[in-house]
Every structure is written in C-alpha cells, then in structure tokens.
C-alpha cells in the first residue's frame, strides 16, 4: 500500500496514527503505560509488545505500519526529553526506499506468427502477474528449459536459440517439488532453493529477455513480492495449460509478455534523537538498532510461501526496545556524559542496511564528530546469559571496555567476543565500519524462528534483556572514560593456501570484499567501499566503481552480485568488468574465502 502524502511530523500533536483510531488510541494507552511502569521489565515488555504486535504487522519499511513504529519510537523519544536530530527540527529523517510495485493492469500476452500482425491472447484465469516482476515487456522466441530444480538454461536448444535471437525461458516450476529445509544459515540468509529470483538470474545470465513460469497451481506459487526489489527481468505465470496453449498458438514464432507492473516510489524514516554531553562540542557516539522486519514475509523469509506476519519480536523489536530503556536511563542521570549521545532507531535494514548508509551519506550531527557506534541487533533470545560481542577488533579499547563493563554487574554475562575482522553478521553496525568509525555488534544469535512468522513476543528472555540493558548502560559510561576511541584497519586476511579445490576451500564461499551501497541504483552494483584486504582493494577497486561484470556472470543488482559469488568457488581467478568515472574499465583478481 503506498502512501501519496507525507506522515505527519514526528513532532505534531496528531501523530500518523490519528488517521487510524484504533491503532492510535491503542499506542497511545501504551505510550502512557510504558512512562507509568516502575520496573525495566515491564516497560520493556509494552514497548517490545506493541512493535511485533499483530496491528503492527512485522513494521516493513514503506509500510504504514513501519510508519506507526517509527510515530511511537518518536514519541517515546520526546517524552524521555531526547533533542530531535532528524530533518527540520524533527524526530526523523526520511529517505527513498526501492520503489514498490502494484499491478496496474492484467498481463498482456501477444502472439506474432511468420507473415502475420502481432494478435492478443487471452488466456483468462489461466495468467497471473507477479509483483517481483521488472516492469516493462520482454519479446522473443519461447524455448522450454525444463524444471526449476534443474533447469537447463545453459545447453541444447536454448543455447543455440538465444545465440542467434531473442528468447522468453520457460520454466515449469512446481513448488511441491522444492527443498522443504530451509533452515538459517547466516544473519540474511539460508539453505537456497529454486525461487523467482534465482531462476530470473540464471534465465538472464543465459541471455533470455522474458522468464514465463508454469505451475500445477498459480495460488501455490511462492509470494515473492518484489517490494524489495525486483528481478531485473519482465516475468509472468501460467497455468500448465496455459502455457502450453500459448506455445501451441505460437508456434516457434516470436511472443511478447507484458507483466503489467507498474512501479511506485516510495520512502521510510530512520529515527533520531540526542541526549547532549557535557562537552557540548565534542565527540558523538551513536546507539542504534534498526526498526525494520518483514512485514508479511517476501523473498527475506525463511518460511516459503507464507504471507502470515512475521512479527520480528527478536529481529528487532527487542533491540528497539534495548535502545528505548537504554534512552531512559541516560536521560535520568544527574550528571550528563561528557560525550554527546545519538540514539538512532534505522529504517529501512531488512532491505540492505538502508536506513543507517543513508544517514552516513547524508548526517544529521557532523560525521566528523561521530566516535563509534553500538549496534543492537536480535538480543531477546540469549540462552543461559549468553551474548555476542562482534567486531571488537575495529578499535584498540572494546574488549577492555566491554569486559570492565561486564564485570560490574551483579552476575556477569556469558559474554563471548567475536574476533572476525569483518564484524559479525550483516548489521548496521557494517556501514559505520565502512566509514572508518569503530562499532560494536550485540547479538544473541541465530534461532529456528529467524525470520519466521514464529519469532514473537512469548519467545523473548525479559530478564536476560534487561541484563544485557545493564551491560549497554555499564559500557555507555566506560567507553565515556576513554579519551580516545582509536578505529583499527582490519589486516589483511591471511593468503590462500593451496587451489580451490583443495582441503580448506571446498565448500567455502568465494569472497570479494565490495561494500555495495545499498542505496544506490546503477544498473550495476554501486560500491560503497571495499573491506581492507579484500581482493577487491588489492585489485585497486574504490568508492564510486559500478560493478557490472564478475567472472562470466552480468551484474544488473545486489541479488546478481550474491548469486555470483555463490558460485564461483574461492581461489578462482576471474575477470571483473565495472564503470569508474563514466569509463568501462576491466581487471583480474582472485576470490578470497569466507570465513
């Protein structure tokens, strides 16, 4: 659903929610609850409650619903006295999300025989457009390449037709037929199966310009939305009949697919407030967490298919609250830190770090002034008062920092500290370490419910929470002691020991090191910057490049870049073809590992 007019300021006495009365009155109620509350549990519990609760339906970025999380974070922020640091004297700072897409029209299909004009078919109940489609038509030849679980995009009949003219790959896709283990793997991602994406990229790797989709039943299809982004290339479903009446009627002659997408821009806001330090010209650290999730699933889910709310009480409602009490404790204390404070929930993550790369390019306080950053990412779900600690090697002082601070509390936590150079996990943490700033990671790991519709409020360790509170608080004032907080380059990563196919590669993916701006569209994948080490800065990549080309894979987006790198194996040496500066440039450079 896209909203034509702009929220109304975090700062009005109507918030956004006046529009809706239930959802309004019910904040509203909870707003005043949560000031009431004497204990941190229990406010932690409202708060938390109310972002991964059912009228906030998983708060995904460009939603109204993301737009009521944001209204009550705004307003939590401006009963606890926090200064607004967002655009024009309010609490937030909007920017532009992928554009989202609606069906505007039905699909059109047409047919263009040898010697005969282009003629309309109508195929009724038996075509559906698909939201993750490109906008705009695809024509040309169609071939069949078989199954989605082995489509054969890359020999016989296709081969042979996309090389001498365009074509449409048909794909005949039964989501009965999938992998059912879809288990987590990493912080954004799992075990991969066949879906609309992968399927468009290999189609467009093997140059096709259409994708047609036949399936036993349409309403079984996967909902792949495409809000996020779409898959680059013009994609529509049938029925098998359909499908093969449209083969039938073509007859090996040229057909054109139109989708009937239409694309909508669209934005949503980070939000930002300051509690000011003594030093009220000093350095600036920077609290944040996202506010983002799911929304109804779509192509980030790790439950196929499913269009139930993914509520994110963990993933990241519970950080959003970590922040909130956080706020509330430096705000009641007598004497002010000497370092100024920016808590900042971020939009907009869920979709690639959106909302916290936004503001590094475009700060509300000076860059410059900025000194670190904590990041709070899933921390309701600790087992036996375990929590992670990441990126402690971006400045000299964290692991001190962060083990003095533990060691003040009542009980210390199970605090392990991570040692990747890298960070740990795809975070908002990541775009602070692109920009030079040391940051840390807090995390209680990966659990069966990640981004599932099960991830919900029950689940949430309370107690643990309001421990790893304490820790936050303990660590805000220590690292405030600290004259200086020193950023550490990352080393280089240690060389490769042997082929790719040998003992400690296998089965290890190939590792480039571009930082993608997540925010930017080029046709290509803009980089933001390269990890210190990487192949990709040993190879002279830099800010600005546009990667375009990458071994023998095209590079159109993100989700190509992924999938590429997916499949080349580290060690491999491989051509990268990118723009700099308007000029087509290549290279050679060999992957790294992932460690």
Known sequence: ??????????????????????????????????????????????????????????????SPQA??????VASRFRSLGLVPAGDQGTYLQRFPLPPARRVARSPRIEVAPQGAPARALDLGAGVLALLASAPGAASGSLVDVGPATSPQFGAGEFVAAAAHRPVIAWVHFDPAALPADTTASGPHGGVAVPTVRTLAFQARQAGAKGLVLSVPDLSKLPKETGEERDVALPVVAFTEEAAARLAKEAGGAPIAIDPGIEAIPRSTPNVLGLVPGSDSNGEIVVIGAHFDHLGHGGADSLAPGSTAIHYGADDNASGTTLLLELARRVTKREKPLRRTLLFAAWGGEEMGLL?????????????????????????????????????????SVWERVVAESNQKLTIPLNVRM????????????????????????????????????????????????????????????RLDAEPVIDFVKPPDPPASSGPASQGAEQGLRAWLGSIPDYGAEDGG???????????????????????????????????DLTMALGRLKPGEEVEIEFRRDGEMKTLKLVLGRRR
Request: a neutral charge; hydrophobic letters at 35%; one cysteine or more.
């Open 355 to 395: 909302g916290s790369a936004h503001w590094i390019k475009s700060p509300t306080v000076p860059l410059g002034r900025v000194a670190a950053n904590l990041n709070f990412d899933m921390v309701g779900r600790s087992t036996d008062r375990k929590l992670d600690v990441g990126s402690t090697t971006s400045s």
């Open 525 to 559: 994948v803009v980089l933001s910057g390269t990890s210190a080490g990487s192949p990709a800065e040993r190879a002279g990549m830099k800010k600005g490049d546009v990667l375009k080309r990458l071994g023998s894979y095209k590079i159109e987006n993100i989700d």
């Open 67 to 72: 737009e009521d999380a944001a209204s009550y």
């Open 418 to 477: 991570s040692k990747s150079q890298r960070g740990v996990g795809g975070s908002d943490h990541m775009s602070f370490l692109g920009a030079g700033k040391p940051a840390l990671f807090f995390f209680t790991g990966l659990h069966e419910d990640y981004h599932k519709p099960t991830d919900t409020v029950e689940k949430i360790a309370f107690l643990t929470l309001e421990e790893i509170v304490d820790l936050a608080e303990r660590t805000t004032e």
């Open 1 to 62: 659903m896209e909203r034509t007019a702009r929220p109304a300021d975090a700062t009005s006495p109507a918030p956004r929610w006046f529009s809706r009365p239930a959802t309004y009155l019910a904040a509203i109620a909870l707003l005043g609850a949560a000031v009431a509350c004497s204990t941190p549990q229990s406010r932690m519990r409202r708060d938390l409650g109310w972002l991964a609760s059912e009228e906030l339906a998983g708060r995904k970025a460009g």
